[in-house]
C-alpha cells in the first residue's frame, strides 16, 4: 500500500468519527468504523514502512484527530453554517374584546379540527368543539381561552 492510499484511510476514518460526533450520534457503527479505519491505518505503516515510520505516523494521527475534534466542536466553527433568521410566523394575536363568545363567522378552511375561520372581518386560528366542520360552515364562537378560539357549528 502506498502511502497516499494509508492517508486517505485515516483521512476517511477521522472524517467518519467526527460525523459520529456531530452529525449521527448514538449509532456508534460509523464511529467503530472510523476508528477501525484509522488503527488499520497507522498499522499498514507500522508494518510496510518500519517502528520510526509507524510512530510518526501515529503521533501525527492523534495529533491531527484531537485538532480536528476540538476545532468542530468550537461553536465559532459553526457560525457560517448556521441560520441566523428570527421566525416570522405567529399564533392568534388578538385583544380580548375583538373576539368572544357568541360571536359569528364563518370557516374558511375545514376545521379538523383546528383551520382558519373569519369572524368580525379578521381571520383567526380555531379549534372546532366537534372535531370536524368542512369549510364555508357558519360557526358561532363558544369560548375564548388565552389565545385559543373554540367554536361549534351554528346549525347545531
Known amino acids: 500500500m502506498s502511502w497516499l492510499v494509508i492517508a486517505t484511510i485515516i483521512i476517511v476514518g477521522l472524517l467518519f468519527l467526527l460525523l459520529e460526533i456531530l452529525v449521527v450520534p ?3 457503527v460509523i464511529g467503530f468504523l472510523g476508528a477501525a479505519m484509522m488503527v488499520f ?4 505503516v507500522y508494518s510496510q514502512f518500519g517502528i520510526a ?3 510518526y505516523t501515529m503521533a501525527g494521527t492523534l495529533v491531527f484527530a484531537v485538532s480536528a475534534i476540538v476545532l468542530a466542536l468550537k461553536s465559532n466553527t459553526w457560525k457560517k453554517a448556521m441560520l441566523n433568521t428570527d421566525i416570522g410566523g405567529r399564533v392568534n394575536i388578538f385583544d380580548a374584546d375583538s373576539v368572544k363568545p357568541g360571536d ?3 370557516a374558511v378552511t375545514r376545521l379538523n379540527p383546528m383551520g382558519k375561520a373569519l369572524i368580525n372581518e379578521e381571520y383567526y386560528e380555531v379549534t372546532s368543539k366537534n372535531n370536524l366542520l368542512d369549510e364555508n360552515t357558519e360557526i ?3 369560548k375564548v381561552e388565552g389565545n385559543k378560539i373554540i367554536v361549534k357549528p351554528k346549525s347545531e
Open 53 to 55: 515510520a509507524g510512530t
Open 41 to 44: 491505518g497507522v498499522y499498514s
Open 140 to 142: 358561532i364562537v363558544t
Open 104 to 106: 359569528e363567522g364563518v
Open 26 to 28: 448514538g449509532t456508534t
